[in-house]
């Protein structure tokens, strides 16, 4: 019999889904262990200790049994459940962006306790202002940070020369700003106006707390957006791939060689 261990854990759950009669299985991002699924038994049966603590956005306090391939929710005790949030359908669904980016960037493999820490700051930023993106799009630009994507807002990504004001435009896929000079194979390019690359470079330098009340215009938002989005979605693309692929090398090559080829890859 393999000897059970139990860990204590602060979590953030993202989501859940039902699981054979009344299961559940959950899905949340922890400080320590990163992203952790784990099953909890039960915990759709009306009389269940677990009902209604295991919502996507609830903070918890975890106590959990290391399975073998799933963990186990063995307690749960919310710690906070965002009310803020949850009145409010534009905090709300807000809210539920930043779990569904947290889901695809977090890893299983590896903690990243600053993007826990950002995701906590980010959701009090919605709470405050419910009607405002500028907390999705300083979670976009730090997301993008805190698993070392940050994409160039200072000098040009390919010849490397500071930017000129006005005489730029931005490459998701090549990894930030570029001059009107540079056009490297391949890149994806989109136009970049002054005033968009100064709210990046402001949603860089402060924290969400402390950003000034902004004016900013539906060409502005939208410039914003389309920018942030494109390059998560294109790293978010990566990252799908990569975890597939190495997905797909653990199923085939179980031998130790793998590691090699995958970091060459
Ligand atoms: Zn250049």
């Not at 139990?6 to 953030?12: F, N, P």
């Not at 099953?39 to 049994?65: I, Q, W, Y």
Request: charged share 20%; with cysteine.
């Amino acid at each position: 019999m393999p000897v059970l261990k139990t860990y204590r854990t602060e979590a953030l759950v993202l989501k859940n889904h039902p699981l054979g009669e009344a299961d559940l299985l959950v899905v949340c991002y922890t400080r320590e262990s990163g992203k952790v699924r784990a099953t909890a038994r039960a915990a759709r049966k009306v009389s269940s200790r677990l009902v209604g603590h295991l919502e996507p956005l609830t903070l918890v306090n975890l106590s959990l049994t290391r399975g073998r391939t799933l963990d186990q929710v063995a307690q749960a005790q919310v710690a906070d459940s965002f009310p803020a949030l949850r009145n409010a359908l534009p905090a709300l669904s807000r809210g539920l962006y930043v779990a569904e980016l947290l889901d695809g960037f977090g890893s299983e493999a590896s903690p990243n306790p600053e993007l826990y820490s950002l995701a906590l700051e980010v959701l009090a930023g919605i709470g405050r202002s419910p009607e405002s993106d500028l907390p999705l799009r300083y979670f976009e630009l730090r997301l993008l940070e805190t698993s070392g994507l940050l994409p160039e807002l200072y000098q040009c990504v390919e010849c490397r020369k500071p930017l000129v004001p006005g005489d730029h435009r931005f490459t998701p896929n090549g990894g930030g700003t570029l001059c009107s000079q540079c056009a490297p194979l391949g890149a994806h390019l989109r136009p970049l106006s002054v005033r968009t690359l100064k709210v990046l470079r402001l949603l860089h330098r402060q924290r969400l707390a402390e950003i000034p009340s902004l004016t900013i215009d539906h060409q502005l938002a939208q410039e914003l957006k389309a920018t942030l989005t494109a390059s998560v979605e294109h790293w978010l693309d990566q990252q799908v791939r990569s975890s597939a692929f190495l997905d797909h090398l653990r199923r085939t090559t179980p031998a130790e060689p793998a590691t090699e080829s995958a970091a060459h890859a």
